[in-house]
């Protein structure tokens, strides 16, 4: 069965400091793989989707980075945090194109 | 450009009483792709529902049902005989065909109480 994994589930980082969110996806191969950030008005923002290794788009330039190092790895980063990166941040994964994606549990990050 | 608007931001209802959700889509292909998901408390997003603009059959799923009309552009979300289990937040998504990005509205969060 697919499975999708996302961590850490909480995240209290101070400004300036690195930030990286890890999911991984089992159970299937070339997954779409997608980053969203939901904010306290909750609605969900696209960061970054990928549909392939090396193939990352980027919807909002603001300051973070994706990356996918494997198939299914899917990786959020930043060099410096800033306030406003504070949110839920949730990976999600779909398995064909305009098909349903499927979340990961998401991490709750708090820039102090 | 595609958008998703939830106009009710919270409803609250009473066990056992039937709650409509709307939401209100607008995109300019003829071939889309319309989603509900459920947000609990826990913070995952659940999937509930897929639907594609050519089939606009109405979907009944237990005490789930759809009612997609693209004369209005809704898609809109019924949940009969409420139960406390139904307090989330509710999204309705959009995606255009051939596009991977979902666009998302901006929820409505649904209490029922007991």
């Known amino acids: 069965s697919q499975t999708i994994h996302q961590w850490p589930a909480t995240l209290v980082q101070p400004v300036g400091s690195p930030l990286s969110l890890e999911c991984t996806v089992e159970?299937?191969?070339?997954?779409?793989l997608y980053w969203y950030r939901q904010a306290a008005g909750r609605g969900l923002q696209l960061l970054f989707y990928?549909?392939?290794?090396?193939?990352i788009s980027s919807e909002v330039p603001q300051n973070l980075s994706a990356s996918r190092p494997q198939d299914r790895q899917f990786i959020l980063s930043s060099k410096k945090l800033l306030l406003s990166d504070s949110g839920f941040y949730l990976c999600?994964?779909?398995?064909?194109?305009?098909?349903?994606?499927?979340f990961g549990q998401g991490t709750r990050l708090t820039v102090v | 450009a595609q958008k998703v608007t939830q106009a009710q931001t919270e409803i609250s209802v009473v066990e056992k009483e039937d709650v409509t959700l709307d939401c209100v889509y607008e995109?300019?292909?003829?071939?889309?792709?319309l989603f509900w998901y459920k947000q609990p408390p826990s913070g995952e997003l659940v999937f509930l529902i897929r639907?594609?603009?050519?089939?606009?059959q109405n979907e009944i799923s237990g005490r789930y049902s759809w009612n997609f009309q693209k004369s209005t552009s809704s898609f809109n979300f019924t949940i009969t005989a409420s139960q406390v289990v139904d307090s989330a937040v509710y999204f309705c998504?959009?995606?255009?065909?051939?596009?991977?990005?979902?666009?998302f509205g901006t929820g409505t969060k649904l209490q029922v109480i007991p």
């Open positions: 999600a994964y779909s398995t064909g194109m305009n098909t349903e994606a499927f």
């Open positions: 159970g299937t191969s070339n997954p779409n």
């Open positions: 990928s549909i392939g290794i090396d193939q």
């Open positions: 995109t300019r292909d003829t071939t889309y792709y």
């Open positions: 639907r594609n603009s050519f089939d606009e």
């Open positions: 998504a959009l995606s255009e065909w051939g596009y991977q990005k979902v666009t």
